[in-house]
T-cell receptor, first 112, second 114 residues
Framework: GDSVTQMEGPVTLSEEAFLTINCTYT??????LFWYVQYPGEGLQLLLK?????DKGSNKGFEATYRKETTSFHLEKGSVQVSDSAVYFC???????????FGAGTILRVKS | NAGVTQTPKFQVLKTGQSMTLQCAQD?????MSWYRQDPGMGLRLIHY???????DQGEVPNGYNVSRSTTEDFPLRLLSAAPSQTSVYFC?????????????FGPGTRLTVT
């Protein structure tokens, strides 16, 4: 079945460091890809998405590019802040059904 | 708009007890779903609904029941709680069943079964 694999955490960075969180997927069709973020004690919020190959999603300085050839959707940010500390989830859904399949989540801790 | 609301925020149950987790949305979304979040496993789909009167099972439906009598409400029932159901439960809603529409999540209910 469809699945998402993302790098294990926690990832600990200093403020202003470069961030990469790897995400790869397995799907039988052509999924849409998402990054969700969960701040402490809160629900999930959509961070960015891409709906087809070579699309780049971006929001709040974060970016991810839908790479069909490598089945990947890595999350990047050029300069992280303490306020970016959260759990990040990569997810996919297929064109029909709107049922999200999540990765295990990656904890990001940013130190000042 | 309040968005997606869930009650209660926290709940402790004894094994064998029953309870209902409430979920409501005020965005007139047709699609609603329940997920559980466990450490190291991400979120897994329990049940979902594509509209009032229509529900279906997700990845981990055993031990849970749902119904959808109105567009706004989608309660999740635990018939006989077990320690394996200790988890954080999230309700979500979306404008449409199809495509890549954003799903909006509630704040979650943290359930402990002793």
């Amino acid at each position: 079945g469809d699945s998402v694999t993302q790098m294990e955490g926690p990832v600990t960075l200093s403020e202003e460091a470069f961030l990469t969180i790897n995400c790869t997927y397995t799907a039988t069709g052509y999924p849409s890809l998402f990054w969700y973020v969960q701040y402490p004690g809160e629900g999930l919020q959509l961070l960015l998405k891409a709906t087809k190959a070579d699309d780049k999603g971006s929001n709040k300085g974060f970016e991810a590019t839908y790479r069909k050839e490598t089945t990947s959707f890595h999350l990047e940010k050029g300069s992280v802040q303490v306020s970016d500390s959260a759990v990040y989830f990569c997810a996919l859904n297929m064109e029909y059904g709107n049922k999200l399949v999540f990765g295990a989540g990656t904890i990001l801790r940013v130190k000042s | 708009n309040a968005g997606v609301t869930q009650t209660p925020k926290f709940q402790v149950l004894k094994t064998g007890q029953s309870m209902t987790l409430q979920c409501a949305q005020d965005m007139n979304h047709e699609y609603m779903s329940w997920y559980r979040q466990d450490p190291g496993m991400g979120l897994r789909l329990i049940h979902y609904s594509v509209g009032a009167g229509i529900t279906d099972q997700g990845e981990v439906p055993n031990g849970y029941n749902v119904s959808r009598s109105t567009t706004e409400d989608f309660p999740l029932r635990l018939l006989s709680a077990a320690p394996s159901q200790t988890s954080v439960y999230f309700c979500a809603s979306s404008y449409s069943t199809y495509g890549s529409y954003e799903q909006y999540f509630g704040p979650g209910t943290r359930l402990t079964v002793t």
